[in-house]
């Protein structure tokens, strides 16, 4: 993607987005140019608590609840691992085993692990582990093949 920024001295600002087929980052691109709030709404003990997808280290879904994960919380979210992924089209959240999603741009360290799955270390050294399901997709995703 190339990118073309310039500093103008007079006249009016404008944003030119030119696009083939609208993808994940170009839509993301387009939202915060819109001004739209991405903030998503969690459940704790203390009431309902607003964060930003950024924050989220990883989700959880336990006994068709789907919790959130981040450096200081754990909320609990409306919907499921689907319809999370499906609502925030961002490539930077994968999935990365029938009951869990990662942040990508989150995670510290990996490890590849025996049978062909992978030892992802997140921020705060929490350990997720990438399922053999997922792991070569993983793969890909961190070449840029995806």
Known sequence: MKIDIRQITEGEES???RYKDPSPKINKIIDILNGDDSRLRGK???GDVFFSPD?????????????????DKIMKIDGSLNSFMAA???ESFFRCSKSMIIN???VEALKSLSS?????TMEGGEHIIISRRY????RRLLKGDR
């Open 88 to 90: 925030i089209n961002d």
């Open 15 to 17: 944003v030119v987005i």
């Open 104 to 106: 990508v741009g989150r």
């Open 116 to 120: 062909n799955r992978i030892d992802a």
């Open 44 to 46: 704790t003990d203390e």
């Open 55 to 71: 924050d989220i280290l990883y989700l959880e879904s336990v006994d068709d609840k789907v919790f959130v994960y981040t450096p």
């Open 135 to 138: 792991a070569s997709e993983f």
